[in-house]
């Protein structure tokens, strides 16, 4: 059972939440054992060529591995009352239904229709630019991710990347370390703060910084879907 309690409160503070452990050691290494298996997914990314920083990622095709068509599922009823929360107060629309079914449907309809789940593979001297994962005019405000190796021992480095743009500041950096099985929740392009006149939306970028040693792996779970 997950403790949810806490999340809005961390997404709040810092726009990421830890979740605790999703995923068993054994599940972690089912999904990390999947990357070689191209025909899993529909694409893969070379982050240098396209100067996203280095490493690869690749996009799973339908129909998902059980373990993270499960994951999709029992996360976005428990994401969606914090996306629903941070709309209402910075004013904005609030499209999401309560089935994710309804809500990829919607995507399908405005024409984002690529599947968006993410296996990342990170070796010695990868990282990934910081970034935001819109792939369209439909965004879920929320996303987690997944770390399927263990720190220290399958790797160094490799470390979450959250940067705030603050209004009339310098922007503010949180660092986070995935451990095996644990995932984060985290905003997909902003997060709403007080300020002078109510209400505010501040910009944040997410990425990794560079692996040291080793090998990383990790899930990504989006949840709109790519035009």
């Keep these: 059972m997950l403790n949810t309690d806490g999340w809005a409160q961390e997404m709040d503070a810092y726009g ?60 976005y009823p428990l994401l969606l009352p914090i996306a629903r929360d941070w709309a209402a107060r910075l004013g904005q629309p609030a499209p999401w239904p309560d089935s994710l079914d309804e809500w990829l449907e919607r995507c399908h309809a405005a024409g984002q229709t690529k599947p968006t789940p993410i296996l990342l593979r990170y070796r010695e001297g990868d990282w990934n630019a910081l970034h935001r994962d819109l792939y369209g005019d439909l965004v879920f405000p929320l996303q987690v991710v997944i770390g399927l190796d263990r720190p220290g021992d399958d790797y160094d480095g490799g470390e979450f990347l959250l940067v705030e743009q603050r209004p009339r500041a310098q922007s503010r950096g949180t660092v986070t370390l995935l451990q095996q099985g644990h995932g984060l929740v985290f905003t997909t392009r902003d997060r709403p703060v007080r300020s002078a ?8 970028r997410h990425g990794v910084s560079t692996v040291r040693r080793g090998l990383r792996h990790t899930l990504g779970l989006v949840f709109h879907d790519a035009a």
């Excluded at 694409?43 to 990622?57: A, L, N």
């Excluded at 006149?197 to 944040?204: D, E, I, M, N, Q």
């Design 16 to 75: 990421c939440a830890p979740t605790g452990p999703l995923l068993t050691e054994g599940q972690c290494r089912e999904i990390s054992g999947l990357y070689d298996d191209v025909t899993r997914f529909r694409s893969t990314v070379d982050m240098e060529r396209f100067r996203f920083g280095r490493g690869q990622y690749r996009y799973f095709a339908r129909p998902f591995p059980d373990l993270v068509e499960e994951l999709r599922r029992t996360l």
């Design 197 to 204: 006149r109510g209400w505010s939306a501040a910009p944040v």
